[in-house]
């Protein structure tokens, strides 16, 4: 069954099945790039998750050492700042645990030193589901954000699932693991949505942590875009607010 949303859907595209079928408690995984990308990709969406009962966690591959242009502001002062920032925003949603690889900010590559790092993550958190950066969005999207997502995909499929991938892993103790599920964020084309309508006030209670990047806007004005523009995206399924992905699925 294709999984774009009818008007009246036998089942809510905001509850992803777990790997056999039934409903229980699930553990998802965030990979994206910076700090603040998962909040405004997907913040509604993991506090309704962390509602719902959900274990979350966040791996980012920087720690946006970069996103400042105060004089005077180093790169490593900027790393704490944001890192703080970010484990004060998660810890608003309800997420577990934040993990910083520390690439530095603008120099992302896909490099199988990467890929072997998301593997790790994957096969210690053992995730149900991934929610990380569409690589294929069509149009302009920050480098870093395609090659996270690109090398997020592959960590998934097939490397952290293959006992041949990586297999000093498996020396150390971590097993392989499968992913069954992945939703791709900032996508030009969702066919996945999340019923977010009663969590924008978390969205934005987790934003505004990121004082360094969102500080000086003016709450009720952050809170009229991101209103209007989850309200657009709810147009497609018929819901009030939503968050869209496209679900890459392998049954």
């Not at 229980?24 to 994206?32: F, K, M, N, T, Y």
């Not at 490593?76 to 810890?91: C, N």
Request: charged share 35%; aromatic share 6%.
């Amino acid at each position: 069954m294709s999984p774009r949303a009818d008007k009246k859907p036998k089942r809510k595209r905001s509850d992803p099945q777990s790997k056999d079928g039934a409903d229980g408690p699930r553990h998802a995984l965030v990979i994206v790039a910076h700090p603040d990308d998962a909040e405004f990709l997907c913040g509604g969406t993991v506090a309704r998750w962390c509602s719902e009962g959900w274990t979350v966690d966040y791996v980012l591959t920087t720690s946006g050492d970069m996103g400042s242009k105060e004089e005077g502001m180093t790169r490593k002062k900027l790393l704490a700042i944001r890192e703080k920032e970010q484990r004060a925003a998660a810890k608003a949603l309800g997420v577990r645990d934040c993990t910083f690889l520390r690439i530095p900010d603008g120099y992302v590559e896909d490099t199988v030193e990467l890929r072997g790092k998301l593997v790790r993550e994957i096969r210690r958190i053992k995730p149900d589901l991934v929610v990380t950066w569409d690589p294929f969005r069509r149009g302009f999207n920050h480098r870093d954000h395609r090659l996270t997502g690109q090398a997020a995909l592959d960590a998934v499929y097939p490397l952290a699932r293959n006992p041949l991938g990586f297999p000093e892993h498996l020396e150390e103790g971590l097993e392989v693991h499968r992913v069954n599920e992945v939703l791709l964020a900032g996508t030009d084309q969702p066919d996945y949505y999340v019923d977010v309508s009663k969590f924008l006030g978390k969205k934005i209670e987790a934003l505004r942590e990121h004082k360094s990047q969102i500080g000086q806007a003016p709450p009720k004005e952050l809170q009229k875009r991101l209103r209007a523009r989850m309200a657009e995206v709810g147009k497609e399924p018929g819901y009030k607010l939503a968050e869209a992905f496209r679900r890459i699925s392998w049954g």
